[in-house]
């Protein structure tokens, strides 16, 4: 079991940038895979970050390329999550995630980050961004 807690959220000023912080603890060295989601109110839950914490290989929708940057903490047990020039439509749950290793083809073209991949996630942490 891989206990998750995120840490991070609140409220951003359109334009600007917030760090969202994840903290694994239990069993988390046997997952090597580690991605953020995000759900805002009445969508699905999209994954919008992942990263193989043993390649380092990381993987963005193109939706959100350029402005998120998941990242490995100092501390092996941490993950970040990097949100530059935050629009009104950032507004949203931000949940971490975590399973013992990343789906095939995380470099392929057609390769989609899905919650189904993941056994593992934190409560949730809440991001606002106002005009």
């Known amino acids: 079991q891989v206990q998750l807690v995120e840490s991070g959220g609140g409220s951003v000023q359109s334009g600007g940038s917030l760090k969202l912080s994840c903290v694994a603890s239990?069993?988390?060295?046997?997952?090597?895979?580690m991605a953020w989601f995000r759900q805002a109110p009445g969508k699905e839950r999209e994954g919008i970050a992942v990263i193989d914490t043993t390649t380092g290989a990381t993987y963005y929708p193109d939706h959100v390329k350029g402005r998120l940057t998941i990242s490995q903490g100092n501390a092996k047990n941490t993950v970040t999550l990097q949100v530059d020039k935050v629009k009104p439509e950032d507004t949203a749950t931000y949940y971490c995630?975590?399973?013992?290793?990343?789906?095939?083809?995380?470099?392929?073209?057609?390769?989609?980050?899905?919650?189904?991949?993941?056994?593992?996630w934190g409560r949730g942490t809440q991001v606002t961004v106002t005009s």
């Open positions: 995630a975590a399973e013992r290793s990343c789906r095939n083809g995380m470099g392929a073209p057609w390769f989609i980050l899905l919650a189904g991949d993941f056994s593992n």
């Open positions: 239990g069993e988390f060295q046997n997952s090597a895979c």
